[in-house]
């Protein structure tokens, strides 16, 4: 299955306009943002865990990225609340679901084989910084390396702000809005530009507070080698 795979091209998911799909496991939904292969994919996804489902216990062969959008995620590291940015990365291996229900934005295959750093945060315990080369805009680190750079920002009613994707950039709108042109990202919108693509972001009049990765698309992504 190939979805939004080219990734010469600007790809734009409004998520909440589009159905749920079901996984293969029972009470667990997914709305697919991108994606390389069938069921072992580089993806990218928003999914959804119905109260007291529960994925397979499985292992991260490629690495698994992920941020808690709503409800508690839960495996037998602990409970994640809304907030939680996870990287588990090869070679790892968990049994998720939740007790209550959730939803996550995950990353699937999409680790350097060499990145072995287990992230486990909790961004609601964190602050945001001031960006001193953009007015009014708030940022959050959350991980760094040689390839790529994970944040949330905060951007202020009103801000225009330039995005630069310097080997690649996605987002996903977590709150408030923003226009892009003549197109209008709200809540779960997911925006990608190519390597060295760039654009501009009008933040809404609540606003904006998006995760955002840059960097990791220097190279084109491939399926996974199964």
């Not at 080219?6 to 496991?25: G, L, Q």
């Not at 697919?32 to 994919?41: K, N, P, S």
Request: charged fraction near 25%; glycine fraction near 8%.
């Amino acid at each position: 299955m190939e979805l939004n795979a080219n990734f010469d091209e600007r790809a734009a998911v409004h998520a909440e306009k589009i159905e749920w799909k079901a996984s293969p496991m029972p009470g667990v939904d997914r709305r697919m943002l991108e994606r390389i292969g069938d069921e072992v994919a580089r993806a990218t996804t928003i999914v959804r865990y119905a109260p007291n489902s529960q994925f397979s216990s499985h292992v991260h062969t490629g690495g698994e990225e992920f941020f808690v959008l709503e409800g508690i995620f839960q495996d037998e590291h602990g409970d994640f609340p809304p907030g939680s940015y996870i990287r588990n990365p090869p070679g790892t291996s968990h049994t998720p679901g939740s007790e209550a229900g959730c939803t996550i934005f995950v990353k699937l295959w999409q680790f350097d084989p060499d990145d072995l750093t287990q992230v486990r945060l909790d961004t609601n315990n964190m602050e945001f910084s001031a960006d001193p080369a953009r007015k009014g805009v708030e940022v959050m680190l959350l991980f760094e390396d040689g390839n790529e750079r994970v944040t949330l920002e905060s951007w202020p009613a009103g801000a225009t702000v330039k995005l630069e994707a310097v080997n690649g950039l996605e987002l996903l709108v977590l709150d408030g809005d923003f226009m892009e042109g003549d197109e209008q990202f709200k809540h779960h919108s997911w925006l990608r530009l190519p390597n060295n693509g760039s654009s501009t972001a009008t933040a809404g009049t609540s606003g904006t507070r998006v995760w955002i990765k840059r960097g990791h698309l220097a190279t084109t992504p491939q399926a996974p080698a199964v």
